[in-house]
T-cell receptor
Framework: KQEVTQIPAALSVPEGENLVLNCSFT??????LQWFRQDPGKGLTSLLL?????REQTSGRLNASLDKSSGRSTLYIAASQPGDSATYLC?????????????FGQGTILTVHP | EPEVTQTPSHQVTQMGQEVILRCVPI?????FYWYRQILGQKVEFLVS????????KSEIFDDQFSVERPDGSNFTLKIRSTKLEDSAMYFC???????????FGQGTRLTVV
């Protein structure tokens, strides 16, 4: 059974810092991995999708990498801003006939203070 | 920009009552999902729906739950007899293809009292 773990559970940084969020998964047989942002009491906003054949994806100040063989992904946020404060979730689409369901990590709570 | 919409945003119901949570997925998407998130816990998969039938369900999705796509645009989750432990945030999601990006709605917060 696929398990997804995110480290750290919480992170507090001053504005302007570059930071890295980590995601690991136990079964490397995945189709893709998706990073989301969740604001308190709100829905999930998709940030980046990386297919299993890709090594990284970039969107603005965000860069996500994937090392499928070692079961790891990182989300790099450059020049962090207070508006980046949220919970960041990673989710994998497991291999097999999973019809596209996602398995989630527990998230990293990010606080960026001015 | 197209989005997944869910109604209501918050529902309070008495234990034992039936609730229906509603979702309008993105119009050209073919795969539909329900997930839930109990406060402080991970987002958990409940059910996937494709080609007008359930394609996969988790062990959480027992006989108390059902899904329907009644009119080609709405996608509903029904809980027949709610329990206290059904209190959670319920998210609807849709995808154009199995391997494409998943888009989530804003969620329905269900409180069972």
């Amino acid at each position: 059974k696929q398990e997804v773990t995110q480290i750290p559970a919480a992170l507090s940084v001053p504005e302007g810092e570059n930071l890295v969020l980590n995601c690991s998964f136990t079964d490397s047989a995945i189709y893709n991995l998706q990073w989301f942002r969740q604001d308190p009491g709100k829905g999930l906003t998709s940030l980046l999708l990386i297919q299993s054949s890709q090594r990284e994806q970039t969107s603005g100040r965000l860069n996500a990498s994937l090392d499928k063989s070692s079961g790891r992904s990182t989300l790099y946020i450059a020049a962090s801003q207070p508006g980046d404060s949220a919970t960041y979730l990673c989710a994998v689409r497991p291999g097999g006939t999973s019809y596209g369901k996602l398995t989630f990590g527990q998230g990293t709570i990010l606080t960026v203070h001015p | 920009e197209p989005e997944v919409t869910q109604t209501p945003s918050h529902q309070v119901t008495q234990m034992g009552q039936e609730v229906i949570l509603r979702c309008v997925p993105i119009s050209n998407h073919l795969y539909f999902y329900w997930y839930r998130q109990i406060l402080g816990q991970k987002v958990e998969f409940l059910v996937s729906f494709y080609n007008n039938e359930i394609s996969e369900k988790s062990e959480i999705f027992d006989d108390q739950f059902s899904v329907e796509r009644p009119d080609g645009s709405n996608f509903t989750l029904k809980i027949r007899s709610t329990k206290l432990e059904d209190s959670a945030m319920y998210f609807c999601a849709s995808k154009r293809g199995q391997n494409t990006e998943a888009f989530f709605g804003q969620g329905t917060r269900l409180t069972v009292v």
